[in-house]
């Protein structure tokens, strides 16, 4: 199991897990950074020393060998296996030419030594600062909500009010430097892949002119440089689509975190300072806990988290929950706070208090409190953790359908596509413009006019603005093509397995597709096929149309940041149909 994904969602809760989560990838990118520093000097060793090459080549295979990349989710496409496996490669090669004993003359400074550097310094660099900013907001933020939530409830209400509004500011600050600081750590754990091999590569290549053997060498390597740069570049192009997804929901939960909450098991949860009463005369002092509540069980957890002791968790404490009442400000000096009574201690209520009046409310609306409010929506809340729930996106153009006029439009694109554009170069990579795609769909859509445009000798329609309306038909459909039923179904196969238990399970999954679904993605998986074999001139291999037409034909029906990072195994299923068309 690689490292977790973080989600944005998350960074609106700032959870204990999440920010283990957090740390897990900071903790990654340290060792990344060690390993990138170490590849460096060993490097111009082999430059500055070359009375000292062998023990210099000896270091450098040793120190790709024992380096291992982590991955996002649970499991890796064969490219990033590949990708993995071609640092134990790289080494055994190196002890291969270590035995000729040839003196080395090597240049590595523009292939090896500038892109490593430029890639620690600019890239895990930034990461580093990113993460200063992210630390100090941290002490910032909870520092002044601790300010200011100590503040009397006796104070004027212009006072209060100043307060609330600068603790509100602070807060979103801090929420929108959460979000850059996480999708900057995705990010950069899925660049370093290629951005590590890439300039090895061309290390190896530059190898070959320094041997009295090289020749023969470098055509031993061969195939397998050209099999590795086919690996790198298939994936890089699914880090850029995935890079485009992730900034997207990142976007989206920006615009409107409340309806991109992740759901669970639990009716509410996030952070809450509890009154801890202590003998006489010390009084009493307030410990921020994470709290969650499931009102099925009436269960409420308190673990003990503060963030500026270095995250450690405390032990986890549970009661059921008897009552919830809400505490005026006549009975305690302090706002935002309301009483629980655990079943195993009668008579000894605990008192809580919430970050804000309305994150007290949705706290008093879980826990069936007295002096309840009535919410807007059960499954929404403020940003400091509540009711998780998800919003599907709209679909993109209303009316599109699997139905006769639909499966017409997409027969009538195909044939113009094969007429007159079969050999265009990124042929469905380059987009149309969208003004123009948006009118031949109207026109398309229309019983009127449908037969009466003319795609294949109409000069009107470019082939991109034809491609780029048949790609967003498709992905308007109520559900995508392949159905989100058997979306995680047909995940699996990708992601394991030999490629003749791919083929015949993806084969058995296109089966249980409804009979018009499978339908339709016979007659697009045969046109794509053909494009495949145009490819020479078009340029558009398997591997460039899975990119494109994964998160075309497949779709998960929650957008997380999880299910973004699954997009690159769509794109192997994709790979798979159109290699195996005839069979599957």
């Known amino acids: 199991m690689g490292l977790q994904p973080l989600e944005f969602s998350d960074c609106y809760l700032d959870s204990p897990w999440f920010r283990e989560r957090v740390r897990a990838h900071e903790a990654e990118l340290e060792k990344t950074n060690k390993f990138i520093k170490e590849l460096l000097k060993d490097g111009k060793n082999l430059i500055a020393a070359t009375k000292n090459l062998s023990a210099a080549q000896r270091k450098f295979a040793h120190s790709l060998r024992d380096f291992k990349f982590e991955f996002i989710g649970d499991a890796e496409t064969d490219d990033e296996r590949y990708i993995d496996a071609s640092l134990h490669e790289f080494s055994n090669f190196l002890k291969n030419l270590e035995e000729q004993r040839e003196i080395l003359a090597l240049s590595v400074t523009e292939t090896l030594i500038k892109p490593l550097e430029r890639f620690r310094k600019e890239q895990l660099g930034a990461v580093k600062e990113e993460k200063k900013k992210f630390d100090k907001e941290t002490e910032k933020n909870y520092s002044l909500l601790e300010k200011h939530l100590n ?9 209060l009010q100043e307060a609330d509004n600068q603790v509100e500011q602070n807060r979103r600050h801090f929420y929108e430097l959460s979000l850059e600081y996480v999708c900057k750590l995705q990010e950069i754990q899925e660049r370093k892949k290629f951005e590590c091999v890439e300039p090895v590569l061309s290390f190896f290549q530059g190898l070959f002119t320094f041997y009295h053997q090289g020749y023969e060498l470098a055509k031993d390597f061969n195939h397998y440089k050209m099999a590795l740069q086919i690996n790198i570049q298939n994936t890089r192009n699914r880090f850029e689509g995935t890079r485009s997804e992730v900034e997207e929901l990142m976007n989206k939960i920006r615009r409107n975190p409340q309806e991109h909450k992740r759901a669970n098991n639990f009716t509410m949860e996030g952070y809450l300072y509890v009154q801890e009463k202590r003998p006489a005369p010390f009084g009493s002092s307030w410990v921020k806990h994470y709290c969650r509540y499931r009102k099925d069980t009436k269960k409420f957890i308190m673990i003990p988290f503060e963030h500026r002791s270095g995250g450690k968790v405390g032990d986890e404490e549970l009661f059921v929950l008897t009552y919830c009442t809400k505490r005026n400000i006549d009975t305690i000096d302090r706002r935002f706070c309301f009483d629980l009574e655990a079943s195993d201690r009668p008579g000894v209520p605990v008192t809580m208090q919430a970050f804000s009046e309305e994150d007290r409310k949705l706290w008093m609306e879980a826990l069936d409190g007295k002096e ?122 990708a992601k394991s397995g030999s490629p003749e238990s791919r083929v015949n399970a993806i084969h058995f999954l296109v089966h249980k597709l409804p009979e018009k679904n499978k339908e339709m993605l016979e007659i697009l998986v045969k046109h794509l096929a053909n494009v495949s074999k145009h490819a020479k001139r078009n340029l558009m291999t398997v591997a460039n149309l899975g990119v494109v037409f994964g998160p075309t034909l497949m779709r998960p029906q929650e957008e997380t940041v999880a299910a973004i990072m699954d997009l690159k195994f769509q794109n192997i299923v994709v790979e798979i149909l159109i290699e195996n068309h005839e069979k599957v």
């Open 372 to 493: 309840s409010v009535t919410l807007f929506s059960v499954k929404s809340h403020n940003c400091n953790g509540a009711l998780k729930t998800f919003k599907l996106s709209p679909p993109l153009l209303v009316g599109a359908q699997l139905d006769k006029m639909g499966f017409t439009i997409i027969k009538k694109c195909i044939s113009a596509v094969e007429t007159r554009g079969i050999n265009d170069q990124g042929l469905y990579r380059v987009v149309g413009v969208s003004s123009k795609v948006q009118r031949l769909l109207n026109l398309l859509m229309d019983a009127k006019t449908c037969n009466e445009v003319d795609l294949e000798n109409s000069v009107d329609w470019e082939v991109k603005t034809i491609t780029s309306a048949m790609k967003q038909y498709l992905r308007s459909l109520p559900e995508p093509l392949m159905t989100y039923e058997l979306h995680g179904e047909f995940i699996v196969p």
């Open 151 to 159: 503040l009397s409830a006796k104070k004027k209400e212009l006072q």
